[in-house]
């Protein structure tokens, strides 16, 4: 045990049972149960349009943690993220209204639909290697969008509206629509990010990770790359499929718009700002971007109300890319690691204080 | 009038387009190994540059000519502030930094009154006038024209990489730089070059592109997605497969329109056929018809 319960002044570790614990100090246990109780209370504290960004960044974070799997953790490129998404929302849009199914039924369903597509997308990869596979989920993505449009099933990227949804006698209704989906939302995350936590500390999470880092020598350890990369594409996709399922219930309809090549560049960027490789970053890429994005439109209106434009100029659709491509440039320039390195950085200034190491 | 020689002819010409926009991604890709997604992007800025000037009552040859000098500081330019620094970095990390540049000139170009509308330049008189009939097609002056510049900068590369000194230098980069450094070339040059190059030939076929079928953001930029088909199929780091894919993707896309179109509901098969022909080509042919045979298999 460590001298003190609260904080970490050393390394007591003897045993690997010790070494496997993920709370090392009481005070990470204390610090775990306050996020909770924030998160829980969070919806009555915030303003309704904030809280529904907070529902799009849980939904994005999902679906980012899904991509680190495949792009982050096994470093295969995957420039089709939003097209799993796509699956998994027009899947359960098709169990919901086709077959009546609950959410509960529906939303997974789109994941494991979403995770049939992505392992046979990535089939390539048992051959191709780096860029031949980011083109390769690049062609998908684009196949999936005109797909989409030229089948009448799928209304031919119209929207398909989904049934209000109700749980324990409270119904999805105008009102309480973003709290609601809120406390939905809010444990799928955990549970997903809770999920690939423990397959990470499992051989197949640390084949994932050989298979990135080298993978001949991966394979000269006995690790089958081939079936790593396709678990890869199999767990990352299925990730994208209930994010894509949340997202279709959330937005209460699936529309092609939301599942095209920008968002797919947006959740690689998400990815990255927020740190390849790393869970914290999952969760802070996203919350960066879309408040970036929300900054720009705050930022844009008020440009517009000054006069400083020429006619003509819709300055919303100017900053926002603008501000979207530096932003990913610079973070990949000046810190390719991403705020998950700040995170770490901060937490090892408050452990070390007042000791600068 | 026959439907197979009138696919075959729009084929080609919109084929030439490609390969010329095909070309500069070549010849990054096979100096420095980038894979840039902001081709497209460039193709826009260099096709807007000459609509803005020729705006301003410059002639359209001359505005041309500004145009593509002004993508070739622009190649440089980017190359010199974003790419030098990702020398050694992951792919992933060189990818998405073109990808970032592409949404950065997106923005830019929005910032300019040419960023949502569409325009079309006005045809000079040269290329107004009738135009010729082959095999019982008719083609406008302005097809011919964009044709015959593509395939005469085309000639000219291909030309430069193999007589020229500093094409051969440029080879010898992409071959090996680790040797090509031993020796004395400039291995840096040889990068802001290539980039250049990549500008000039972009600006051409922005303005050809222009030329034919109207200016519009989407539309130009959207060239940058048809090059991927047009190099994996020829190979990735093939002057000759750049102008052979492009060649074929456009003949194949015009096939598609022309025969399934009416089979498939909807049509519009011509903006996904080229990538059902790409994945088919990696499954069977990863390394394209000329490219490096390169590719670890796993």
């Known amino acids: ?357 | 009038m026959d439907l197979l020689p009138q696919l075959l002819l729009a084929g080609i010409v919109i084929g030439s387009i490609y390969a010329l926009a095909a070309l500069g991604f070549v010849l990054i890709y096979k100096s420095s190994r980038v894979i840039n997604f902001a081709h497209g992007q460039i193709i826009a800025t260099g096709a807007f540059i000459a609509f803005a000037l020729t705006q301003r009552g410059l002639n359209f040859w001359l505005a041309g000519l500004i145009a593509m000098l002004a993508t070739f500081l622009l190649g440089m330019l980017i190359e010199r502030v974003f790419l030098r620094r990702m020398v050694g970095e992951p792919i992933i990390a060189v990818i998405m930094v073109t990808i970032g540049l592409s949404s950065v000139i997106d923005g830019l170009i929005h910032l300019t009154p040419y960023g949502a509308g569409s325009f079309s330049f006005q045809t000079p008189a040269v290329l107004s006038g009738q135009g010729i009939e082959v095999f019982g097609t008719p083609l406008s002056r302005t097809q011919i024209a964009g044709v015959l510049a593509a395939l005469g900068l085309l000639g000219a590369f291909t030309y430069f990489f193999n007589k020229s000194t500093l094409g051969i230098t440029m080879r010898a980069v992409a071959d090996d730089q680790m040797a090509a450094m031993s020796v004395g070339t400039s291995v840096e040059r040889v990068f802001a070059l290539a980039w250049a190059a990549a500008g000039l030939t972009a600006a051409a076929a922005g303005v050809i592109l222009g030329l034919m079928s109207g200016l519009t953001l989407g539309g130009l930029a959207g060239i940058g997605l048809k090059v991927f088909p047009v190099v994996i199929l020829g190979g990735l780091d093939s002057v000759i497969g750049a102008i052979v894919g492009g060649m074929l993707i456009g003949i194949l896309e015009n096939l598609s329109a022309g025969y399934l179109d009416a089979i498939v509901p909807g049509g519009g098969t011509r903006e996904v056929f080229p990538f059902i022909v790409l994945i088919a080509v990696l499954l069977i042919r990863p390394y394209g018809l000329f490219g490096t045979k390169e590719i670890e298999r796993v």
């Open chain 1, 1 to 357: 045990m460590p001298a003190s319960r609260f904080t970490q002044t050393g390394n007591y570790r003897t045993r690997y049972a010790q070494d496997q614990t993920i709370f090392a100090t009481s005070a990470e246990q204390l610090s775990l149960i306050v996020l909770v109780l924030v998160l829980l209370a969070l919806p009555l504290l915030l303003p309704k349009t904030l809280l529904r960004d907070v529902n799009l960044i849980m939904i994005y974070a999902v679906a980012v943690i899904g991509l680190n799997v495949t792009t982050g953790y096994t470093g295969l490129i995957n420039i089709g993220q939003a097209a799993f998404m796509g699956v998994g929302a027009y899947a359960t849009a098709l169990a919901a209204t086709r077959l009546n199914l609950p959410f509960f039924v529906a939303i997974p369903l789109g994941g494991v639909a979403a995770a049939l597509i992505g392992t046979f997308v990535g089939l390539p990869s048992l051959r191709l290697k780096y860029l031949y596979l980011a083109v390769a989920t690049l062609a998908f993505q684009i196949i999936f969008e005109w797909t989409v449009g030229h089948l009448p099933l799928l209304q031919q990227g119209g929207a398909i509206s989904l049934p209000a949804v109700q749980v324990f006698g409270i119904r999805d209704t105008f009102l309480n629509h973003n709290r609601f989906w809120y406390y939905l939302i809010l444990p799928v995350l955990v549970l997903m990010a809770l999920l690939w936590r423990n397959v990470l500390r499992t051989k197949y999470g640390r084949a994932l990770i050989a298979v990135r880092d080298n993978d001949r020598a991966a394979a000269a350890m006995g690790i089958h790359p081939g079936v790593a990369k396709l678990t890869a594409f199999l767990l990352g996709s299925f990730y994208a499929g209930v994010a894509g399922g949340l997202f279709a219930y959330f937005q209460k309809a699936v529309v092609i718009e939301d599942y095209g090549l920008h968002i797919s560049v947006q959740l690689l960027a998400m990815a990255i700002v927020g740190g390849l490789g790393s869970l914290p970053g999952a969760f802070l890429g996203p919350l960066f971007i879309v408040a970036l994005d929300r900054g720009m439109e705050v930022l844009s209106q008020w440009l517009g109300g000054q006069n400083l434009f020429p006619e003509g100029v819709d300055v919303a659709t100017a900053l926002r890319p603008l501000a979207f491509g530096l932003t990913i440039v610079l973070f990949l320039m000046f810190e390719p690691r991403g705020l998950a390195n700040w995170w770490r950085l901060s937490r090892m200034y408050f452990k070390k204080w007042p000791y600068k190491f």
